[in-house]
């Protein structure tokens, strides 16, 4: 049987990567950016409505004030909008969700390997620390390199704009564009999965070093005694 130590170690191991799992599930579902443009009639200079676009990484909603003439609101599928757009903006939305998914999967392994590290008594395998290390440090760096890819595909090719634009029938600038929820949990789902490498590594560690202590007894031994 694994000792106290190990099983505690492990499992809140496994407890933060489930947590991880949870925060990104949530953040899969919620909204992720904001982008909000002043909207005048084609031919005026009067800027005095506006559309909102809020999307997500597959639903949003449009929202229009005066613009140009009357107020609406619809729902908008982020991807269905994104293929018409085409180019960059599509291909790095689908590398964004295609990263968070291999993320999740990650995580799945990272949960699977400390649960079963947490009963089984030898754990100097692949399917131990290096194992984990690996699940874990892979969702970690799938999820910097999302953030890094939405940031660009928000900031740089301008989505939202481009989404706002493509289905009204007005004048638009100004764009004021916010990341909301969804985007900024990445940075805890990153934070849990190395805690959770570290959990691990302190144990690994303090094994190792518990079990060095235990030899230098017989290292430090005389010549003498020890030919007994």
């Known amino acids: 049987m694994p000792s106290t130590e190990k099983i505690i170690y492990f499992l809140c191991s496994a407890f933060f ?57 619809e729902a908008v599928k982020v991807f ?59 969702s970690a760096s799938f999820a910097f390199l999302a953030l890094v890819l939405y940031l660009i595909n928000v900031f740089v090719v301008k989505i939202g ?5 493509l289905s009204s029938d007005a004048t638009l600038q100004d764009e004021d564009t916010h990341l909301l929820l969804g985007f900024y949990l990445l940075l805890p789902y990153i934070g849990v999965n190395l805690l ?4 691990v590594y302190l144990y690994q560690h303090a094994a190792y070093t518990q079990r060095k202590e235990k030899e230098k007894p017989t290292e430090d031994a005389p010549k003498d005694i020890m030919m007994f």
């Not at 904001?34 to 809020?54: D, E, K, R, V, Y």
């Not at 704009?161 to 634009?165: E, F, K």
């Open 196 to 199: 959770a490498i570290l959990l």
């Open 17 to 73: 990567s489930t947590g991880g799992v949870a925060i990104l599930g949530y953040g899969l579902s919620t909204d992720w950016a904001h982008t909000t443009m002043s909207c005048a009639p084609l031919g005026s200079s009067n800027f005095n409505g506006s559309s909102t676009i809020q999307m997500g990484l597959f639903n949003g909603s449009e929202e229009k004030v005066s613009c140009p003439w009357f107020s609406s609101e």
């Open 161 to 165: 704009q481009r989404m706002a634009t």
């Open 80 to 138: 269905v909008r994104l293929e018409k757009i085409g180019g960059a903006a599509i291909a790095l939305q689908g590398l964004v969700v295609g990263l968070l998914v291999l993320a999740l999967v990650g995580s799945a392994g990272s949960i699977l390997i400390t649960l079963y590290n947490s009963i089984s008594n030898p754990y100097e395998t692949y399917m131990g620390p290096i194992g984990l290390f690996v699940c874990s440090g892979i």
